[in-house]
């Protein structure tokens, strides 16, 4: 049975010219997993059970898999082949009292104000007013037990504590600490995939990859939305790596529009804010998106064009954003570098977030491809050191 709608084309998924991708060319398997895991509850800080359905899903398909704190990692046979990682996290609220209600990011992250020096910051503040009406659900951190069903009545900015509350009628009964996740299925139009898909579309791939016969490394990280999900991980590679870890982080991109977000079909990234990415693996992805003839942008680049338009007109720069790959780089000391590949999206941390179907097409491809190059070349690397 489908857990997912299909809707109509809207003004904002207007078709462009060239190719048209139809949901028809995803795999099914991949988009019953996504519809499947888009349903399931994992607030900034709460994933545990999440991790539990993550588990179910991969063993499923083959994967040995093990948990740390932060962290759940799933091996196939070749584990050293290649190693991927994606986030668990989605956005959500967190009751902090009788009848109040936070937003979970910046509790988990033990942010008391928000200072505005951040890009998720600043876009929270512009999508404040988005989140009226929204049906809300809590939940059993550990378990995913259902607690009751509620709406928001009302968001905003509180000027004493300067942190985003919210209203919520329905969930008077919840004591502090239990999380709140916004209710959610995936629906599908002739142009996107929409919904809260940050971060569970990228992670729906990774678990795929296993369906396809996966034989190397995936990382499921917590807290990235709060800033921790790098310490995690790194962690991890100083006790069971090796002295030089590459590594490929994937992800969404936002974009200020859909319009925007189609003129290219995948995102790469030389660097970020804190960090060079490894030049040969990123060139290794731009290989591949050309052998299949993948539209990409490099966002560093792009954000750096923007803002030499953006200071002409005497206008605030863009940040280039601080990735989990980027914060790892910097923080490993030579131990893990790296680079990311990215599903470029509009509507970021929304309920209707929008992915173009050609975009997570071509992600679902190239994943595949660098799978299979990945196990080639280890195939090769051991013939050798028999030879």
């Known amino acids: 049975m489908r857990e997912y709608t299909t809707m109509k084309p ?18 099914a398997g991949f988009l019953e997993l996504l519809a499947l895991l888009i349903r399931q509850p994992s607030v900034v800080g709460s994933e545990h059970s999440f991790f539990r359905v993550l588990q179910r899903e991969l063993e499923e398909r083959g994967a040995q ?43 988990a992250g033990s942010r008391s104000d928000l200072l505005g020096n951040s890009v998720g910051e600043q876009l929270m503040k512009k999508i404040v007013d988005r989140f009226s009406a929204e049906h809300v659900y809590a939940y059993e951190p550990w378990s995913g037990m259902y607690r009751g069903r509620g709406e928001i009545t009302r968001a905003y900015i509180c000027e004493y504590r300067n942190n985003l509350i919210f209203e919520v009628q329905g969930l008077e009964h919840l004591v502090a600490g239990t999380p709140v996740a916004f209710a959610d299925a995936l629906k599908i139009t002739d142009q996107a995939l929409v919904g809260q898909l ?25 807290q990235e939305e709060a800033g921790k999900s790098w310490r995690y991980l790194l ?30 079909q995948l995102v790469l990234r030389n660097k970020d804010a804190n960090a060079q990415f490894n030049p040969k693996l990123t060139q290794k992805l731009a290989k591949l998106c050309d052998g299949r003839g993948v539209r990409y942008q490099m966002k560093d680049a ?3 064009a923007l803002n030499v338009r953006l200071r002409a007109e005497g206008e605030d720069p863009r940040s280039l954003g601080s990735t989990e790959m980027g914060r790892i780089i910097s923080a490993s000391g030579s131990l893990v570098d790296g680079t990311t590949l990215q599903i470029p999206t509009s509507g970021y941390h929304t309920m209707s977030e929008s992915a173009p179907l050609a975009s997570v097409k071509a992600f679902i491809d190239v994943l595949s491809d660098l799978a299979k190059l990945g196990g080639s070349q280890r195939r090769k690397a051991v013939a050798v050191s028999h030879a």
């Open 198 to 222: 940050d971060n569970v579309l990228t992670a729906a791939a990774l678990v795929y990859l296993f369906e396809q016969g996966f034989k190397g490394t995936v990382f499921f990280t917590s």
């Open 235 to 264: 962690e991890w590679f100083r006790r069971f790596g090796k002295k030089a870890n590459q590594l490929i982080v994937v992800d969404t991109s936002p974009y200020p529009d859909f319009e925007a977000a189609t003129q290219q």
């Open 302 to 304: 792009y954000i750096e």
């Open 65 to 107: 898999v093990t948990w740390y704190e932060g962290l759940l990692v799933a091996h196939g046979s070749r584990p050293d082949s290649l190693m991927l990682s994606a986030h668990i996290d989605r956005h959500g609220l967190i009751c902090t009292g009788p009848n109040e209600f936070q937003y979970a990011a910046f509790v």
């Open 10 to 27: 809207d003004a904002a998924h207007a078709t462009r010219s060239g190719p048209v991708t139809r949901s028809t060319d995803l795999p």
